[in-house]
């Protein structure tokens, strides 16, 4: 499964940007997609994900202000990263979960300046 990712970029404090993922090709049995993101020097942590099912679950840092959503056809994922903050600045990756194995995008960075 290779995965695409657009929309980072740099952005002041307080903006927004928009980040999307899908397969480079049609999948099924997708258990959830989502984005993580790592910034220097730290471990690679959650930022948002949906299950198949619907189920959202957010990071603490972004509940309020990041919201993930997908596509009818549920192919494509988006993050919608409102009121960004510098602490924000990393590089997202894409997840997709199917069978219980991880995939990754290539990673997209975002960069938030005070």
């Known amino acids: 499964v290779q995965l695409q990712a657009f929309g980072g970029g740099l952005v002041q404090a307080g903006g927004s940007l928009r980040l999307s993922c899908e397969p480079t090709r049609r999948i099924g049995g997708v258990q959830s997609m989502g984005w993580y993101r790592q910034a220097p020097g730290k471990q690679r942590e959650l930022v948002a994900s949906i299950t198949g099912g619907g189920i959202l679950n957010y990071g603490d840092s972004v509940k309020g202000r990041f919201t993930i959503s997908r596509d009818i056809r549920q192919t494509t994922v988006y993050l919608q990263m409102n009121s960004l903050r510098p602490e924000d600045t990393a590089v997202y990756y894409c997840?997709?979960?199917?069978?219980?194995?991880?995939?990754w995008g290539q990673g997209t960075l975002v960069t938030v300046s005070s």
């Open positions: 997840n997709v979960v199917r069978a219980h194995i991880n995939y």
